[in-house]
């Protein structure tokens, strides 16, 4: 084929690799192989379903679906036939979805169930372009969207096995006319600074990801990798979805979040893909298990831990060096810290996992030398929605604890004077959806502007320190960086979100969520009585261990930089209460407008310091 792309990429593996096993899913209790041949079939008959809509190219249409095999079924459907897939997070409340179908010109929708098609009654007008809505799983209720087809999964799948015979050539030419010129995909922005902005990323820039991830990454034919993030992120769409695709291998979907502890157990995978909230609540959940236990078992998993940082360190001084012969000293007890603590820890992720990856946010450094301690290694990378996910990667065998990495190949990054990250490369978007002036605002002499503040160090690592919009920059003229403020505190046992405040002020307050298994057991372990957990957030007792930890981090800051006042929120950001991002990141605009009255009470005093005397 003359055009290389990931359309014409998937069909060539159902043609060469027919009997291998493609996904992975559960059903009646048991995960269950699609082999590439099934796996293909299903995609032909939705491509088929969607032809016999009379779906031209071009055209757009929307997926609003929680990650399941369905929704990668009707993304590569819709890709065939020269569509334009726009993902839609299923989290999103009805306006939030109105917006972006009647943006993005929607004629068609996947609707993941019956819930999701009610929000598409609660729109004052439907948009008047859309057609056709697709129920993925649950019958038709008897209620119908005025001018509307609505049609079941099973009716599509059915309409195309009548179209295609009498239409053999319909979709081979489609797929054959595919270029990576096209127009793939429409990614909204998740909104964490205000109105999304639909990214148009090209057939070319998500091949250009993938070819380039192979290069440098290096995967298997036989590794299996587990989803369990949104396939609305280009993320997980990407890194996951169509990486497997490019490389071959076998994508199993978790059932949900809140299952995938259980189903890396079923699935045993070797590749994860996680964002950093994701490891953080891992790294203090085990710190919770970790004091429940007895104290002789407290006290073989911290000597195997503190054995294992320390080894660590010693490797790191070899590899820059320094004498490894110190290492060697502790080579019997690392066998027996191995053997009696870290495999058990790694057996709990399925025992064969050969490296996790984690982006869309900074990861602590703390977080991630705990995994490397207990020998698996977070492969942290850097990359955003315009940029088809990954900019830039560390691997297996070059992985700088504290960096993102350095670029894909093809790939190029370079600082502007004020330490911006700027782009150029064949997986940058091709500009925003219907909005020339955000497109313009975007680049400079063809470098993307991510928006992003970073570092590059001697050999190339790149430092992403905050979002250049977020650096805080007091009344006293001093820059503060909040992710790096907030990034401090992860680990640390009660708290769970922090969140910076003081733009144009005289000093640095936050805003602090506690974590609800960690209050809990703080609570045990200090025979603290109570009816809520809103009520414990309220205790001297807490209060007194948040204290303690905000004074010791403040230790680590300049003096312009610490935190001199901070509230405990009685319950913890979410998702559902608009909070968060479907990747677990803080809306910082949405957070900081809702509690803006409380965050500026902690600076009463200064107001009336500044009030002149009568």
Not at 192 to 203: D, R, V
Not at 248 to 255: K, L, Q, S
Request: aromatic content about 8%; some cysteine; proline content about 5%.
């Amino acid at each position: 084929m003359s055009e290389e792309t990931l359309v014409h990429i998937f069909w060539e593996r159902v043609a060469a690799n027919p009997e291998r096993p493609a996904i992975l899913y559960k059903t009646g209790g048991i995960y269950r192989p699609v082999i590439w041949r099934e796996h293909g079939r299903v995609v032909e008959l939705v491509s088929g379903g969607l032809l016999h809509q009379a779906v031209q190219a071009g055209e757009k249409i929307a997926i609003i679906a929680n990650s399941r095999p369905h929704w990668t079924w009707a993304d590569l459907a819709i890709l065939s036939v020269g569509a334009v897939t726009v993902p839609i997070y299923p989290t999103l409340a009805a306006p939030e979805i109105e917006y972006l179908l009647r943006h993005s010109d929607v004629i068609g929708i996947f609707a993941e169930n019956e819930r999701q098609l009610n929000k598409l009654l609660c729109l004052k007008e439907l948009p008047p372009q859309l057609r056709f809505v697709v129920l993925m799983e649950g019958k038709i209720p008897l209620y119908q969207l005025p001018g509307i087809h609505v049609l079941t999964w099973e009716d599509l799948l059915k309409d195309a096995e009548v179209y295609l015979p009498s239409h053999p050539n319909i979709l081979p030419e489609r797929i054959a006319a595919i270029s990576s010129q096209d127009l793939a995909t429409i990614v909204y922005t998740s909104g964490t600074t205000g109105i999304p902005k639909g990214a148009m990323l090209l057939q070319g820039n998500l091949y250009a990801v993938c070819r380039s991830l192979s290069h440098l990454v290096g995967f298997y034919a036989d590794d299996v990798s587990l989803s369990f993030l949104p396939l609305s992120h280009v993320y997980e769409r990407v890194s996951g979805q169509f990486l497997a695709i490019y490389e071959g291998f076998v994508m199993a979907y978790a059932e949900s979040l809140e299952t995938v502890a259980q189903n890396m157990l079923e699935v045993k995978p070797t590749i994860l893909n996680g964002v950093p909230r994701f490891y953080e609540k891992i790294y203090q959940r085990m710190l919770v298990e970790i004091r429940h236990l007895a104290k002789p078992q407290q006290y073989l998993i911290r000597w195997a831990l503190a054995l294992g940082r320390r080894a660590m360190r010693y490797r790191e001084m070899a590899r820059n060096g320094v004498d490894d012969i110190v290492r060697k000293i502790y080579k019997a007890e690392l066998r027996v810290a191995e053997r009696l603590v870290f495999s058990r820890i790694r057996r709990r992720f399925g025992g064969r996992l050969r490296f996790l990856v984690s982006g869309a946010a900074p990861l602590s450094s703390e977080v991630q030398l705990f995994f490397e301690t207990i020998g698996l290694s977070i492969i942290q990378g850097y990359g955003l929605t315009e940029t088809a996910a990954p900019v830039c990667c560390n691997t297996p065998m070059g992985n700088r604890r504290g960096t993102v990495g350095r670029p894909l190949p093809g790939v190029e990054v370079q600082l502007a004077p004020d330490g911006e990250i700027m782009v150029r490369g064949p997986t940058v978007f091709a500009g925003y959806y219907k909005n020339d002036e955000a497109t313009r605002e975007a680049f400079q002499d063809g470098w993307f502007l991510t928006g992003d503040i970073g570092e590059v160090d001697a050999d190339g690592y790149l430092r992403v320190k905050d979002r250049k919009k977020d650096i805080i920059i007091t009344s006293g003229g001093k820059h503060v960086a909040p992710q790096f403020l907030e990034n401090l505190f992860v680990g640390e046992g009660l708290i769970s979100h922090v969140l910076v405040y003081g733009d144009k002020r005289k000093y640095i307050t936050a805003l602090i969520t506690l974590h609800p298994d960690c209050l809990a057991a703080f609570a045990k372990a200090n025979a603290i009585t109570y009816t809520s957990l809103e009520e414990l957030t309220h205790h001297d007792r807490v209060k007194e261990a948040v204290e303690e930890v905000v004074s010791r981090k403040n230790q680590r800051l300049a003096s312009f930089e610490q935190i001199k006042k901070f509230l405990i929120l009685d319950r913890d950001f979410s998702v559902d209460s608009n909070e968060l991002t479907p990747t677990l990141k803080i809306k910082r605009k949405v957070v900081t407008e809702k509690y803006k009255d409380l965050l500026d009470s902690l600076y009463e005093v200064e107001e009336l310091e500044l009030k002149e005397p009568r």
